[in-house]
T-cell receptor
Framework: GAVVSQHPSRVICKSGTSVKIECRSLDFQATTMFWYRQFPKQSLMLMATSNEGSKATYEQGVEKDKFLINHASLTLSTLTVTSAHPEDSSFYIC????????????FGEGSWLTVV | AQSVTQLGSHVSVSEGALVLLRCNYSSSVPPYLFWYVQYPNQGLQLLLKYTSAATLVKGINGFEAEFKKSETSFHLTKPSAHMSDAAEYFCAVSDPGGYNKLIFGAGTRLAVHP
């Protein structure tokens, strides 16, 4: 079946550096992907909607310049956390819509980011 | 704006007992509703979804949920809990027909004890 893959699954970076997380749809083309963040023992908070070939749509309160989203192809969206700080440490999860399969939403396995 | 409220951040049941996880939604129009399960350090797995067809939805692992418009509810149930059901459960809502962004509830942690 359709799979959404995230890479890396875990990453540790130094404060002040940037880190990129990839979200790939392996079996289908996804014109729309979503990025969520989840703090420990909390719910998923939508950060932004990633649209292939156009700018991402960010939710209120999410810094566009800090969380850069690029959706350059129909199977790949990337989230870059720029100038990371310890408070950015979180679980980041992406999802993708398979519009050729009844608009089914598939979630990635998530990426743990730890900023030290 | 749409929102989802999950009553009870923690639910504990005995193995074999009924599981009832509550979810109420707020939406100006009947939305699409979802239940997801999340095991520790993992992503989300879809249990079931309501998309304006049958109000009683059957999902995987013996779970089901009933959409009640009059109560704006979409509670998740399972007749007999299993130890492997212990996990975090999230109710989510989206715009009908668009399968757009999902808005998640705060989650309910289900514990199952022998």
């Amino acid at each position: 079946g359709a799979v959404v893959s995230q890479h890396p699954s875990r990453v540790i970076c130094k404060s002040g550096t940037s880190v990129k997380i990839e979200c790939r749809s392996l079996d289908f083309q996804a014109t729309t992907m979503f990025w969520y963040r989840q703090f420990p023992k909390q719910s998923l908070m939508l950060m932004a909607t990633s649209n292939e070939g156009s700018k991402a749509t960010y939710e209120q309160g999410v810094e566009k310049d800090k969380f850069l989203i690029n959706h350059a192809s129909l199977t790949l969206s990337t989230l870059t956390v720029t100038s990371a700080h310890p408070e950015d440490s979180s679980f980041y999860i992406c999802s993708a819509i398979d519009r050729d399969s009844g608009n089914t939403i598939y979630f990635g396995e998530g990426s743990w980011l730890t900023v030290v | 704006a749409q929102s989802v409220t999950q009553l009870g951040s923690h639910v504990s049941v005995s193995e074999g007992a009924l599981v009832l996880l509550r979810c109420n939604y707020s939406s100006s129009v009947p939305p699409y509703l979802f239940w997801y399960v999340q095991y520790p350090n993992q992503g989300l797995q879809l249990l079931l979804k309501y998309t304006s067809a049958a109000t009683l939805v059957k999902g995987i692992n013996g779970f089901e949920a009933e959409f009640k418009k009059s109560e704006t509810s979409f509670h998740l149930t399972k007749p007999s809990a299993h130890m492997s059901d212990a996990a975090e459960y999230f109710c989510a809502v989206s715009d009908p027909g668009g399968y757009n962004k999902l808005i998640f509830g705060a989650g309910t942690r289900l514990a199952v004890h022998p």
